[in-house]
């Protein structure tokens, strides 16, 4: 329930992110013995609140949330950055992370950019996301893995375009029209680092999450939201300014935020005054 309310009153524009997440995680807490770890993989353009659902996610699991000894950010520009080193990057990953797990079964970790995650090193988890019992003694089941990734969202783009060009609406978008395409299309993009994995070879990643490019009413709804998160009394003149300040694509239609609402807090900024 908690979970639900902070998804609903927090992401926006993303009814088929918060769906799956909430039944993912629903179903995988209320599992006395899990088969596996859950593993779910988040995709979309930047802004559209990956790390956003992550956050959220992690906090409902340990309240300190990314600040918490048991939740754990690997940025793969920060901790992955050498081509040369994937063989000492896969040795130190699994080390750490069985580190952990023997610590606390029900450890989160969270991969971002994984668009940018050399190809090969996330493999050396595979052993810990698979159907086994004990991996040398620890067991991985309780755990829960969140790759974020900025691949595939071309494709997501592409088909919420789609569904708006033929006139249905956004909320009618499932995953059964997303995931098939974005399975496909990361474990074929070599832009991803994810390209021929093991992982997704074994069908190991539990749910593929599409996270939908943001209309303008839904930058407006978090310029509100920070509006409000910073104490100010919201006004409307300064929302419709902010959120015209934004870029929007198809260049003729401006349907949807470039950025999603990543440059909200940035653009309210300039407004301080007012």
């Known amino acids: 329930a908690a979970l639900k309310a902070q998804l609903d009153n927090r992401l926006f524009g993303q009814h088929l992110a918060k769906d799956v997440v909430l039944k993912a995680v629903l179903g995988f807490s209320n599992n006395p013995s899990p088969k596996k770890p859950l593993m779910l993989s988040l995709h979309g353009w930047a802004g559209t609140g990956k790390n956003f659902l992550s956050q959220i996610l992690a906090e ?39 580190g952990n797990v023997s610590a606390c079964p029900s450890s989160v970790f969270i991969f971002d950019e994984m668009d940018k995650m050399h190809p090969g090193v996330i493999d050396a988890i595979k052993p810990f ?10 067991s991985y089941r309780k755990a829960i893995f969140i790759f974020l990734s ?63 490019p943001l209309e303008q009413r839904h930058v407006k709804m978090c310029v509100r939201a920070e509006m409000a ?17 934004m870029t929007y694509f198809p260049k003729e239609q401006r349907i949807y935020s470039d950025k999603g609402c990543k440059t909200v807090q940035a653009k309210l900024d300039i407004h301080e005054d007012v």
């Open 229 to 245: 998160a910073r104490g100010y009394a919201v006004d409307e003149k300064i929302v419709q300014e902010v959120a015209d300040e």
């Open 60 to 98: 409902q699991v340990h309240p300190a949330g990314l600040r918490s000894k048991f939740v754990h950010l690997f940025l793969a520009t920060l901790h992955f950055p050498h081509h040369d080193q994937v063989k000492l990057y896969k040795e130190q990953l699994q080390n750490w992370i069985r």
């Open 129 to 138: 996301l698979d159907y086994y019992e004990e991996v040398d003694g620890v």
């Open 150 to 212: 900025n691949a595939g969202g071309d494709l997501i783009n592409k088909a919420a375009l789609d569904f708006w060009a033929s006139g249905k609406r956004r909320e009618d978008i499932q995953l059964k029209d997303l995931e098939p395409l974005l399975s496909v299309g990361v474990f074929n993009n070599k832009n991803s680092g994810l390209w021929h994995s093991s992982i997704i070879d074994r069908n190991l990643i539990d749910y593929f999450v599409p996270f939908l």
